[in-house]
């Protein structure tokens, strides 16, 4: 194993004991009308989370997208907490506004 590695090294939990709890994740995203980006984005995060034992929550910032990226993202069972905008904040303004709303 070489520097570094350790971290690779998965522990199964032996019978009889309870496993730890999920790591808890949050992830924020901004986005303007890119629907089927983001709910892939969503989607495939939130599968290797649970792959890796841990959870995800999401925050989107969707900044006034006109194609049913809120709408979609409604839809999913996955605990994401929308923000919507007006079309004038731009990327930085979007996770700054995102964060805030986390923190």
Do not use: Q
């Not at 995800?56 to 069972?77: H, I, N, P, R, Y």
């Not at 079309?87 to 930085?92: M, Q, R």
């Amino acid at each position: 194993m070489g520097i570094g590695d350790s971290y690779l090294t998965r522990v199964t939990p032996t019978a009889g004991k309870v496993a730890p709890p999920a790591t808890p994740l949050h992830v924020l995203i901004a986005c303007h009308n890119r629907r089927d980006l983001t709910l892939r984005a969503v989607t495939t995060f939130a599968g290797a989370a649970t792959a890796a034992g841990a959870h995800a929550d999401f925050t989107v910032f969707d900044d006034g997208s006109t194609d049913g990226t809120a709408e979609a993202l409604a839809t999913l069972d996955l605990p994401v907490t929308r923000i919507i905008g007006d079309g004038s904040a731009f990327w930085s303004r979007s996770m700054a506004e995102a964060e805030s709303h986390v923190l």
